[in-house]
């Protein structure tokens, strides 16, 4: 009689234990399917959003009035596109 009260108690702890484990498990597969929806539309719109924008942030080309030129990245430290200056404006006088 007494292993079998002992035995129930054991039982009886371990169950609430179990249950509980369960619905920490639920609780957190919740929480982070929620959390990973949440994030994955925030950053979809966001990305979306910046397609958009990087039209207008790209300004058209300028009227340079000027025989010759150079663009350079200064990033990359490279040039993109120049024109050669005519040879009597690089002649010292």
Request: proline share 5%.
């Given at each position: 009689?007494l ?11 371990f ?28 950053l ?10 990087i ?7 300028p ?14 430290a ?16």
């Amino acid at each position: 009689m007494l292993a079998r009260r002992a035995f129930a108690i054991v039982r009886h702890f371990f169950n609430s234990i179990t249950d509980a484990v369960v619905l920490t498990m639920k609780t957190s597969f919740t929480a982070r399917l929620l959390i990973t929806a949440l994030s994955v539309a925030a950053l979809s719109s966001a990305a979306r959003a910046d397609d958009l924008n990087i039209k207008t942030m790209i300004p058209g080309a300028p009227q340079i009035d000027a025989e010759s030129w150079i663009l350079i990245d200064y990033n990359l430290a490279r040039y993109w596109l120049k024109t050669m200056p005519t040879p009597a404006a690089t002649r010292p006088v």
